[in-house]
T-cell receptor, first 114, second 114 residues
Framework: ETAVFQTPNYHVTQVGNEVSFNCKQT?????MYWYKQDSKKLLKIMFS???????VNETVPRRFSPQSSDKAHLNLRIKSVEPEDSAVYLC?????????????FGAGTRLSVL | KTQVEQSPQSLVVRQGENCVLQ??????????LRWFKQDTGKGLVSLTV?????DKTSNGRYSATLDKDAKHSTLHITATLLDDTATYIC?????????????FGAGTQLIVIP
C-alpha cells in the first residue's frame, strides 16, 4: 500500500527553468530523504531530514534545495535545471534515525531536461 | 569508485525456476545490508535486512544470506513468478543511524518469462 506520495510523476522542462517536486508521507515517520537515481539505476542520497532539521546534506549543486513545512512533507526545488539533472528523483521516509529501519519509497518523479 | 557490485547485471528465467542474485561490496564499516525490489516506474520496496556477521533471512519465496568476512550477500528467489520481474537492488549501510551512508548497487534486472 502506497504511503509515500510524490508529485508529479513526470516533468519535462527546459534548461534554466525552476522546478519543484512534492513528497508527502502518511506513516508518521520522523525522517525523510531525497535520492537521485541515474540512468544506470544507481541511487545517490541528496538530502535527509529528521523532524524538519537537515541532518545529512550530500555535496549537491546549490541549485538544489529541500523544503519542509512539517515532518510529513519534504519537497525538492531545483532553481535552474541543467541537462545533467535529468533523472528519477525518489523520496523516502523511515521511522527514525536508525538506518536499519525500513525505508519506504515513493514511486519517483522522472525529470527530463531538454 | 563503485563500492557495491551486483551480478549478474540482468537475468532471464522461466516461471517456476529458482534464481540467485549476488552482491559484493567494499563498504567499511558494513553495519547492515538490505535488498530492495523496484518494479518498473515504481519506488523501492524493502525485501529483507541482514545485520549479523553471518546472517540469514527468509521472507516467503525470498531468502538472503550475508557474510561480512567475505563482504558478500546473496538473494535467492524460489519458484519465480511473472510478478518477480523487476530490478533488485542491494544496499549497504555503513552505520546504524541516518547519519551513516547508504551505498546502493546498480541492481540486477530480473525478467521472468512464461
Amino acid at each position: 500500500e502506497t504511503a509515500v506520495f510524490q508529485t508529479p510523476n513526470y516533468h519535462v522542462t527546459q534548461v534554466g527553468n525552476e522546478v519543484s517536486f512534492n513528497c508527502k508521507q502518511t506513516l508518521g515517520h520522523d525522517t525523510m530523504y531525497w535520492y537521485k537515481q541515474d540512468s544506470k539505476k544507481l541511487l545517490k542520497i541528496m538530502f535527509s531530514y529528521n523532524n524538519k532539521q537537515l541532518i545529512v546534506n550530500e555535496t549537491v549543486p546549490r541549485r538544489f534545495s529541500p523544503q519542509s513545512s512539517d515532518k510529513a512533507h519534504l519537497n525538492l526545488r531545483i532553481k535552474s535545471v541543467e541537462p545533467e539533472d535529468s533523472a528519477v528523483y525518489l523520496c523516502a521516509s523511515s521511522l527514525g534515525l536508525d538506518s536499519q529501519n525500513t525505508l519506504y519509497f515513493g514511486a519517483g518523479t522522472r525529470l527530463s531536461v531538454l | 569508485k563503485t563500492q557495491v557490485e551486483q551480478s549478474p547485471q540482468s537475468l532471464v528465467v522461466r516461471q517456476g525456476e529458482n534464481c540467485v542474485l549476488q552482491c559484493n561490496y567494499s563498504v567499511t564499516p558494513d553495519n547492515h545490508l538490505r535488498w530492495f525490489k523496484q518494479d518498473t516506474g515504481k519506488g523501492l520496496v524493502s525485501l529483507t535486512v541482514l545485520v549479523d556477521q553471518k546472517d540469514k533471512t527468509s521472507n516467503g519465496r525470498y531468502s538472503a544470506t550475508l557474510d561480512k568476512d567475505a563482504k558478500h550477500s546473496t538473494l535467492h528467489i524460489t519458484a519465480t513468478l511473472l510478478d518477480d520481474t523487476a530490478t533488485y537492488i542491494c544496499v549497504v549501510g555503513d552505520r546504524g543511524s541516518a547519519l551513516g551512508r547508504l551505498h546502493f548497487g546498480a541492481g540486477t534486472q530480473l525478467i521472468v518469462i512464461p
